[in-house]
């Protein structure tokens, strides 16, 4: 089934001189009257402030009297369909261009700051780097986990894709089945997850088989059927961690 494509900019009005807005109020209202968006004040052709309303008219006149009355002398507005995700936009655009009018930085609800880990995997490879150069035939060693597993047998599918423990889900037939996957690259079943009494203690070397497990078939490709949380919120296959 194709899915439809959603947008959420539905019109926009650009580049308007200030004037427009004290000579022509009721022009103005006509096209954003009781509409929510996005706006940005410009000073010079330089972004000023930016700011989100659920009611645009009523906020673009309040920004003549109010303390950026005289700091801009042209204005944009982007009417969005819905308001679900205007916080965050807003936050996203203060973030990225910095307005010299907001006093507040854009924060978000729900999002991972990933810079500590990606300081963390640069001093790794620095670390590698240094013993390549100092000592040309060191060997990286297996974690214990890891020659654990391997010495058990079969070394867990995941085991070369992940770096951390992993939350897993997975939608079959009106279930969800919650498993997590440790850092070895083993899978277990989480309690809160769907039929857990029946899968809780075993533990998979594959995604497949854990899929299989949980759908009571012979076979499954648990690549397209389970998903991790990439970041807060944004589930995707397990399949993207191998492209």
């Not at 042209?74 to 307005?99: C, K, M, N, W």
């Not at 907001?102 to 990606?118: L, Y």
Request: proline share 3%; charged share 30%; aromatic share 10%.
């Amino acid at each position: 089934m194709k899915l439809k494509l959603t947008h959420l900019v539905c019109q926009h009005l650009e580049n308007i001189s200030r004037e427009a807005l004290e000579k022509y109020p009721g022009i103005i209202r006509d096209f954003v009257r009781r509409r929510h968006g996005i706006y940005a004040l410009y000073r010079k052709n330089r972004l000023y402030y930016v700011g989100l309303a659920t009611n645009l008219r009523s906020r673009l006149t309040h920004h003549l009297r109010d303390r950026h009355a005289e700091t801009w002398d042209r204005f944009s507005v982007y009417l969005t369909i819905g308001d679900q995700h205007l916080r965050e936009i807003e936050s996203l655009l203060l973030r990225i261009a910095s307005p010299k009018g907001n006093r507040v930085a854009g924060k978000f609800v729900s999002s991972e700051n990933v810079k500590p880990a990606f300081s963390r995997e640069i001093k790794k490879a620095q670390k590698r780097e240094w013993a390549a150069i100092m000592e040309p035939e060191v060997r990286v060693k297996l974690s214990k986990r890891e020659e654990a597993s391997s010495k058990e047998g079969r070394t867990p599918t995941l085991a070369r894709y992940i770096k951390k423990r992993l939350h897993i889900r997975m939608d079959y037939k009106g279930k969800r089945y919650v498993a997590h996957v440790r850092k070895g690259g083993s899978i277990t079943f989480a309690a809160e997850g769907a039929e857990a009494g029946r899968l809780q203690g075993k533990v998979f070397t594959s995604p497949s088989l854990a899929a299989a497990a949980a759908a009571n078939r012979r076979t499954m490709n648990g690549w397209t059927w389970w998903r991790y949380e990439r970041a807060p919120g944004d589930w995707v296959l397990l399949d993207e961690l191998r492209k």
